[in-house]
């Protein structure tokens, strides 16, 4: 933990801590109240069990710990905290994963007193897939009443966000959904709750941009809207932030056209959900690219921070500055290229690779790992117009068996067009 001078960056202070076994201690979130102390969220290694939720307080003039609180599952196994937040009477709550002893998971929410730790209230919300990258989040409205979201699983409806509302006095449930778009997977990635306690959802669902508001009232879809990326294929929204006027902005990753993953940044209408522009960035090697958070600073300028990859620097980190809300759409889309699938995807051992080009070029074929890096290439020369066929058999260039995973299928013309299409080899 350190604190840095606003003006200089200068350390002011700097503040460590080790939980009593020293071992696998993590922080995962943080949140000021209003005199500026320090509230931070994660994990501590205890005696007698894995992992347990941790909260710390550290006050804001000299980084001292002021408490710490712990909290966990009855069956002791590996629990974290993911998310925390200070309500408007200056007490903090925070909500983890706990795991339970029949391999599933709940969300554990607890209450502090600001004062000295102790808790208000502890509760638990059954149904979170037990994820190990876990992702949960919590938001607190004008009347104190905290609002918590995650993952779900149903058979019938696959992956849904599980939302709940809780009482301030006592942590009460005053209602849940396990949200759905019909069987589509939904996949939350980011919660904010709005000034009138309406709770703002981002994540993916059947492979595009979900945003999705819920009512603070009851829970029920007040509005959903879909962002589909230029060529179709996967899209995911996992940053969340609120612009002028309630303007819900969201980014994350999104399938180009030719261009891998690119940073796809919008804005809605938080009234509607309609979409009022999108902005895409492209990293300079055309390969995978991501956002992670964004935030709109006071003179109007929207930051939006992730990684892309370099040429030759490989995952770089990367800041984009847009002038908000002078923002449109207009352009933002390139047309459509030429077609490319495979099937089967998934495969095992070899896939059959069909694309069709609209006018004679030079084409490149080739697979790339997630890394970028070169695997194969499986077709190459120049090629008339009309459908051509390749194959992959899941070897690299020097005809050694590539591993099970995840690969990039890109075909490039010399005209530059660009098209890019994931590929799941199975072992």
């Known amino acids: 933990m350190l604190k840095l001078d606003d003006a200089t960056g200068e350390v002011l202070w700097s503040q460590q ?5 020293a071992e696998n201690d993590s922080a995962y979130a943080l949140a000021l109240d209003e005199s500026g102390d320090i509230y931070v969220a994660g994990r501590v290694n205890v005696a007698g069990r894995l992992d347990e939720i941790a909260l710390l307080k550290f006050a804001n003039v000299d980084g001292e710990l002021l408490w710490t609180a712990f909290d966990g599952g009855a069956a002791r ?55 190990a990258s876990g992702d949960g989040w919590i938001g607190v409205d004008d009347d104190g009443d905290v609002l918590v979201a995650g993952k779900a699983w149903h058979s019938s409806t696959s992956y849904d966000v599980l ?16 949200w759905t778009n019909g069987t589509r997977a939904d996949d939350p990635g980011a919660m904010l709750v709005d000034a009138a306690g309406d709770v703002i959802v981002a994540g993916v669902t059947g492979g595009d941009y979900l945003t999705v508001k819920l009512s603070g009232a009851n829970g029920s879809r007040t509005w959903m809207s879909t962002y589909n990326g230029p060529p179709g294929w996967y899209d995911l929204a996992n940053g969340l932030a609120f612009g002028a006027g309630g303007e819900i902005l969201v ?28 902005r895409r960035y492209d990293g300079p090697a055309h390969l995978t690219d991501e956002a992670r958070s964004l935030v709109l600073a006071p003179g109007g300028t929207l930051y939006v921070t992730g990684y892309v990859y370099g040429d030759v620097s ?18 933002d889309l390139p047309a459509a290229p030429s077609t490319l699938a495979a099937h089967p995807n998934p495969f095992n051992p070899s896939t059959v690779v069909t694309y069709r080009l609209e006018a ?23 090629r008339e117009a009309g459908t051509h066929r390749a194959s992959w ?21 010399a005209a530059g067009e660009r098209r890019t299409v994931k590929l799941t080899l199975l072992k």
């Open 77 to 131: 196994l590996d629990d974290r905290a993911l998310d925390v937040a200070v309500g408007p009477d200056g007490d903090p709550v925070v909500t983890g994963l706990v795991q339970n002893a029949n391999g599933t998971a709940s969300l554990l929410t607890a209450k502090y007193a600001a004062a000295d730790g102790s808790p208000v209230w502890v509760v638990l919300t059954t149904g979170l897939v037990n994820d």
């Open 17 to 21: 801590y080790a939980s009593p076994n």
């Open 314 to 331: 490989g995952m770089d980190q990367v800041v984009l500055a847009y002038s908000h809300p002078d923002l449109t759409d207009a352009g």
């Open 251 to 278: 980014t994350g990753f999104s399938d180009g056209t030719g261009t891998g993953w690119d940073i796809a940044t919008l804005g809605y209408d938080p009234g509607t959900g309609a979409q009022r522009w999108v």
């Open 360 to 382: 004679a070029a030079e084409v490149t074929l080739a697979v790339h790992d997630l890394a970028g890096r070169l695997v194969a290439v499986i077709d190459a020369g120049r």
């Open 163 to 178: 939302c709940a509302k809780l009482a301030a006095a006592d942590g009460q449930q005053l209602w849940r959904v396990d």
């Open 393 to 413: 058999d899941g070897r690299d260039g020097a005809g050694r068996a590539a591993t099970s995973g995840t690969y990039f299928l890109r075909l490039a013309t």
